[in-house]
Nanobody, 125 residues
Framework: QVLLVESGGGLVQAGGSLRLSCAAS????????MGWFRQAPEKEGEFVAS???????LLANSVKGRFTISTDNAVNTVYLQMNSLKPEDTATYYC???????????????????WGQGTRVTVSS
């Protein structure tokens, strides 16, 4: 059982930056695909980014050029660096871990096996 705990959310002005962290325990992230998803109030959840053990990444079009996903296997943590934040980035951000190391379909919630509790990001205009 992998436990994921997100942190780093908060309130930021448009154009600002935040770095979200997702610390994993109970299992290593080094052989898994890790992902970030978000859900805004009254909207469906959406894929944000994913990364595999080789550092291959996939980013949603809406965040390309602004967000970066990375991992630090030494501390079993995945990060989401968010720059040039916009009000439409306001959401609860969730970290997810996939048991498989395959990036196939990594934009789909269904392929992930473990989820964190989420961290809230609010971007003011």
């Amino acid at each position: 059982q992998v436990l994921l705990v997100e942190s780093g959310g908060g309130l930021v002005q448009a154009g600002g930056s935040l770095r979200l962290s997702c610390a994993a325990s109970g299992g290593t992230i080094s052989n898994r695909v890790m992902g970030w998803f978000r859900q805004a109030p009254e909207k469906e959840g959406e894929f944000v980014a994913s990364i595999d053990r080789d550092g291959k990444t996939l980013l949603a079009n809406s965040v390309k050029g602004r967000f970066t996903i990375s991992t630090d296997n030494a501390v079993n943590t995945v990060y989401l660096q968010m720059n040039s934040l916009k009000p439409e980035d306001t959401a609860t951000y969730y970290c997810a871990a996939r048991s498989s190391g395959s990036m196939e379909l990594s934009h789909l919630r269904e392929v992930y096996d473990y989820w964190g509790q989420g961290t809230r990001v609010t971007v003011s205009s």
